[in-house]
């Protein structure tokens, strides 16, 4: 044995046999030997320096290399001077593929990988006698993985870029490209994961597994990515790509949750075409019932819930909550709470999340008791209840005409110091402006700023419209001294400043005298715009002529994916979440978000041109307007009778494709109504439905005025059972619509009917009330007088037989 400070000595160079290829027990020996000496040599700070080259025989055996670049004991960084040394010192030095496998693994291995030699030594493997087969496929993912986990994206695509053009095809293995692609994602590298997927279909077929292709759609799906999303589907379906039930689900939701519920539809039929391969999993329903909810369909998505059953699959605690989140959406709460009840029978515990969606939706009908029982078994029952709970208790009380209630409610939270969030505070300061309490909502500002919560621009918005409703115009001194440490506020004042500079200059379409929002038709064409032609009815089944499969297991969900038809590009699907004055959406929003309050502010002051100005400002701006903008707009116009104005909003906003929401409708049924068109308010409703729409409270209202004052009283009614059917309690503008529409129509009895049911109800009159029952008072006493006068005439007919 040598000792590991003497340097090895070589036999004499006839002993050529002793490092022949073919290996003996001897040659095997000095291979080791061989081994051991130069790492023994390499390992020392000297390094290869006193080491001549000619000492060792030419060439140098593979085996020995293989026992060296093997051996634990040696560092990756000997290994590496060993190979370095050994290529531009020894001419006859030709690796092996197993010898360029070995160093680069232990490189791979080592806790410091030495990044910057792994390319010159892959070109240098490819570049040897054995080109691609100097590499194996799986050293090659590793190589590819270890620079892309220390960040080097760069080096891992010349390193890919070195591949094709010195291996080919050889080395670049379908499952290679799927490791790329999958440790990009990883990394959150989507476009460079992108770039790359665009390369392999370049090929003739797809070069990526089904996985790394899922992981893509995912990754593309999560970044709102839609037309790459698209193109990605469409490239893999033209190519005949095997998509699994997991590839199917992604698409589903994707397809689902933007709103393209026919594509959604489709695939759902198509992966139940393929056999036991792929078939819909309990994934695959749930993503269909999200998208039928999304879409405002919870009447379909309630069947494919019953199919689903049908169909072997059990619900899981996602499925209940998607639909009681639907129902509840859809202002459907009697659905949402058997939908609650069947989950808590099956044993599936419900959340925070599903006890606050269903308190929502409670409060929202006016069932203000039975969201405070559901609320004391959720505490019973011990779910915890959030911030967020308690946010939606107290601006239901606020609702509910509970303000006191409300406020209670806010000051004990605060007392015992927890549950209080900046949301809270927004809640409340908002209802307080709305009740002209504008000083008591600023010193809750301030309130807000020494407790360190921030004030955002929703808060801020409603101050603003407070203070200017209030008569203060001041309102940016107002604000500065509340809002000192705010960062949002500067922001806010500098785009009043520029607004207001902008207001001084002429109004551009005056100047031609053209009408900002052009017409085309009458208002009463409103249903051409509502059901543009060749849109098909989704909500009826199909005829008895059409063919079914009877042994699907979803005959309901297969007919509905056969007569949906996309909406086309004029025709506007019904909005399921009500436009919002600000939306939150940091910095991108912010403008609309000013520009929807300061229509507000105008609006609400009657000052119709000076918010129209505004509108024009900023709409040639190249600003975006939303549902919440061309909604107020055609409100405000609407109230002041100008109907062909509200028109000309209304088609304007179905050309800049804004979804209409339940506001918009309302405001239809408002306009109708003032022209006298009821019956085409009727049609306007089934069409609503029809999209998927629901009727809260204000639709009821809206409609039951229209038809109480065309006076089709017998179908107010009717809408008015339908209401409280539903599981939507009427509130004092509901009683004082009937109660009116019945005066006027001489059916007093019917009049103090409602009164009655109002006030048994809990339902407290107002001002608005009073000034009714005055009216009543005077119909009952002109119809005492006619009556009496009617019974003096009668009499006076009796008495004179002549007559």
Known sequence: MFHARRAFILPPSSSSSYFSTQQTPASAL???????????????????????????????????????????SVPPAAKLAFFQWAASSLPSFSPSPAVFSALLGSLLRSPRPHLDHLRPILRLALSSPAGAAALDPHTFRSLLDALLRSGRFDSAIATLDDAEELAGPALLTPHTYGSIIRALLQKSQLGLALSIF????????????????????????KADMRDEFRWVFDELSQRNFLFDTWSYNICIHAFGTWGQLDLALRLFKEVKSKGPRVAPDLCTYNSLILTLCLAGKVHDALAAYEEMKGSGHEPDRYTYQTLIQGCCKAYRVDEAIRVFREMEYNNVRAETVVYNTLLDGLLKV?????ACQLFEKMVSDGVRATCYSYNILIDGLFKNGRPAAGFALFSELKKKGHFVDAVTYSIVILHLCRENRVVEALELVKEMEERGLAVDLVTITSLLIGLHKSGKWDSAEQLMRYLRDNALLPSVLRWKANMEASMRGPQDRWKDYTLMFPSVGKLSDVMSWINPTGEKDT?????????????????????????FESFSGNSQMFGVSRGQ???????????????????????S?????????????????GREPVSYTYNSLMSSFVKKGYLKEAWGVLQEMGAKLCPA?????????????????????????????????YLDIVMYNTLINALGKAGRISEANELFKQMVGSGINPDVITFNTLIEVHGKAGRVKEAYKFLRRMLAAGCSPNHVTDTILDFLEKEIERLRYQKASMKHDTEELDVDPLV
């Open 605 to 621: 002051k009657g000052k119709l041109s000076i918010a129209c100005k505004l509108f024009e400002i900023f709409n040639s701006l």
């Open 661 to 693: 929401d339940i506001a918009t409708y309302n405001v239809i049924i408002q306009g109708l109504g003032k022209m006298g068109k009821a019956e085409v308010a009727s049609s306007v409703l089934d069409q609503l439905l029809k999209k998927g729409g």
């Open 366 to 370: 006016r069932k203000l008791t039975d």
């Open 539 to 563: 909500h009826h089944t199909s005829s008895d002529s059409e063919s079914k499969d009877e042994w699907s297991s979803s005959p309901y969900l297969d007919r509905l994916a056969d007569k």
């Open 581 to 603: 004055r600000v939306q939150e959406k940091g910095i991108k929003s912010f403008d609309i978000d000013m520009v929807n309050t300061y229509l507000s502010i105008f609006l």
């Open 198 to 221: 665009r390369k392999l279909l370049t090929e003739d077929s797809v070069g990526a597994d089904v996985l790394s292709c899922n992981e893509l759609l995912v990754a593309l799906r």
């Open 30 to 72: 000095g291979d080791i030997l061989l081994a051991a000496s130069l790492s023994n040599t390499f390992s020392r700070s000297s390094g290869p320096a006193a080491l001549d080259p000619s000492s060792l025989p030419s060439p140098l055996p593979d085996s020995a290399v293989l026992h060296l670049l093997r051996r634990p």
